[in-house]
């Protein structure tokens, strides 16, 4: 089992900036991909961004392309999402996931662990 557990989230202006962080625990020895995904009231949960086990590729979203940044340290097993330029429809839960494989894309499926969440709103 892999604990997630996410941080950083907050309440901001548009155009603002934030980061969020997720700490991973437990069976943190496998190589695995690690994405965000983000769910807004009434919504279908959506993909935000991965990136695979090195580091060496990372997929966005198209709606947050330019904007936000996906990073890893496995030494420290966190994971980071920096996000800048936010706007309104951003606001939304941001989870934290973990693959079982080493490179994983934006589907819901491919991830086997998930955080609990942390809020992000921004405010007009």
């Known amino acids: 089992q892999v604990q997630l557990v996410e941080s950083g989230g907050g309440l901001v202006q548009a155009g603002g900036s934030l980061r969020l962080s997720c700490a991973a625990s437990g069976r943190t020895s496998g190589k695995r991909a690690m994405a965000w995904f983000r769910q807004a009231p009434g919504k279908e949960r959506e993909f935000v961004a991965a990136i695979n086990w090195s580091g060496s590729y990372t997929y966005y979203a198209d709606s947050v392309k330019g904007r936000f940044t996906i990073s890893r340290d496995n030494t420290k097993n966190t994971l980071v999402l920096q996000m800048n330029g936010l706007k309104p429809e951003d606001t939304a839960v941001y989870h934290c996931?973990?693959?079982?494989?080493?490179?994983?894309?934006?589907?819901?499926?491919?991830?086997?662990?998930w955080g609990q969440g942390t809020q992000v709103t921004v405010s007009s």
């Open positions: 996931a973990a693959a079982l494989l080493p490179q994983a894309m934006g589907a819901r499926q491919e991830y086997d662990y």
